[in-house]
Nanobody, 119 residues
Framework: QVQPVESGGDLVQAGGSLRLSCVAS????????MAWYRQAPGKQRDLVAS???????NYAESVKGRFTISRDNAKNTLFLQMNSLKPEDTAVYYC?????????????WGQGTQVTVSS
C-alpha cells in the first residue's frame, strides 16, 4: 500500500517561508512523477507543482518564482520550498504520486498538511 505522508505545514506571516516534506512509503519512489496540490476552503483542489522522474518541473503561474519542488529518491522524499508566502497561499497542501513517470495522473494522495499565511 502506497502511503504519502506530508509534514511541515504551519502558521506563518506574509513574506515568510515554509518547507513541506512528503515521505512516500510502499513504492519505488524514483519510478513515478510526484506533485503538490492545494485546496483552500470552498475551492477545488489545484495543482501547485510537479516533478518528473527526470527532474523536469512544472509550476502553477501563481507560485512561479516563489515555490520550488524537489525530490530525494534515496530518502523517498518530496519537498516544496515556499518563499515569499502570501495570504492567498493559505490552503491544505497535498502530496500526490502519479501513475506515470513524466505525466501527472494521480493514483495516491497524502492526508494533507495545513498552511496558513497571516497578513
Amino acid at each position: 500500500q502506497v502511503q504519502p505522508v506530508e509534514s511541515g505545514g504551519d502558521l506563518v506571516q506574509a513574506g515568510g517561508s515554509l518547507r513541506l516534506s512528503c515521505v512516500a512509503s510502499g513504492t519505488i519512489f524514483s519510478s513515478n512523477a510526484m506533485a503538490w496540490y492545494r485546496q483552500a476552503p470552498g475551492k477545488q483542489r489545484d495543482l501547485v507543482a510537479s516533478i518528473t522522474t527526470g527532474d523536469s518541473t512544472n509550476y502553477a503561474e501563481s507560485v512561479k518564482g516563489r515555490f520550488t519542488i524537489s525530490r530525494d529518491n534515496a530518502k523517498n522524499t518530496l519537498f516544496l520550498q515556499m518563499n515569499s508566502l502570501k495570504p492567498e497561499d493559505t490552503a491544505v497542501y497535498y502530496c500526490a504520486r502519479s501513475l506515470w513517470s513524466n505525466v501527472v495522473a494521480v493514483d495516491y494522495w497524502g492526508q494533507g498538511t495545513q498552511v496558513t499565511v497571516s497578513s
